[in-house]
């Protein structure tokens, strides 16, 4: 069973601080994506990094994929209230189906 | 939006009753997926289906089965509630379903066994 721990589980921060969350793996992934989910809806796709070493960045946001794409990490820059919500890892490898993390709550204050 | 739409957004029943989700697919995509939420457990994939056919299988109990229709919505079906059932339940569909298509989730059906 391929399992993905997320860390830290529970995150709160100030306006415009920097912060990095982590998800990792001792199971090889073929696939990384960063969804973000708000109350009351579901997940929504933020990226997917297919390559070990792969950087994308999306505004403030830089995801990282491992070089052995076993981990992947998500750093956000001057944070804003905006960010708030669950952010979920998910792998996808040999079976056909994703394995999520189990999600790090943001918190971003005012 | 993401175009995937669940119903009903909130179900309220009694322990040993059976209830119903539905799901409609994104228009194109073949692939829908079945969530279960909850706070102790995270998103927990239950069961995949493409193009009518089931897919994949994740920790589905057996009193949980679903199905996907020649118009490509998909039911899930809840039987023998219990108390620990209460959750969201999530639909999300995708095109192919290969596991790096992304995903497209809808908003969820809350279930509360009471």
């Known amino acids: 069973t391929q399992l993905l721990e997320q860390s830290p589980q529970f995150l709160s921060i100030q306006e415009g601080e920097n912060l990095t969350v982590y998800c990792n793996s001792s199971?090889?992934?073929?696939?990384l994506q960063w969804y973000r989910q708000e109350p009351g809806e579901g997940p929504v796709l933020l990226v997917t990094?297919?390559?070990?070493?792969e950087v994308k960045k999306l505004k403030r946001l830089t995801f990282q994929f491992g070089d052995a794409r076993k981990d992947s990490s998500l750093h956000i820059t001057a944070a804003q209230p905006g960010d708030t919500g669950l952010y979920l890892c998910?792998?996808?490898?040999?079976?056909?189906?994703?394995?999520f993390g189990s999600g790090t709550q943001l918190t971003v204050l005012p | 939006d993401s175009g995937v739409t669940q119903t009903p957004k909130h179900l309220i029943t009694a322990t040993g009753q059976r209830v119903t989700l539905r799901c409609s697919p994104r228009?194109?995509?073949?692939?829908v997926y079945w969530y279960q939420q909850s706070l102790d457990q995270g998103l927990q994939f239950l069961i995949q289906y493409y193009n009518g056919e089931e897919r994949a299988k994740g920790n589905i109990l057996e009193r949980f089965s679903a199905q996907q229709f020649p118009d490509l919505h998909s039911e899930l079906n809840l039987s023998s509630l219990e108390l620990g059932d209460s959750a969201l339940y999530f639909c999300?569909?995708?095109?192919?379903?290969?596991?790096?298509?992304?995903?497209?989730f809808g908003p969820g059906t809350r279930l509360t066994v009471l």
């Open positions: 998910a792998g996808g490898g040999s079976a056909r189906q994703l394995t």
């Open positions: 990094v297919v390559t070990g070493g």
């Open positions: 228009s194109g995509d073949l692939s």
């Open positions: 999300a569909s995708s095109l192919s379903g290969r596991s790096y298509n992304e995903q497209f």
């Open positions: 199971s090889v992934f073929s696939s």
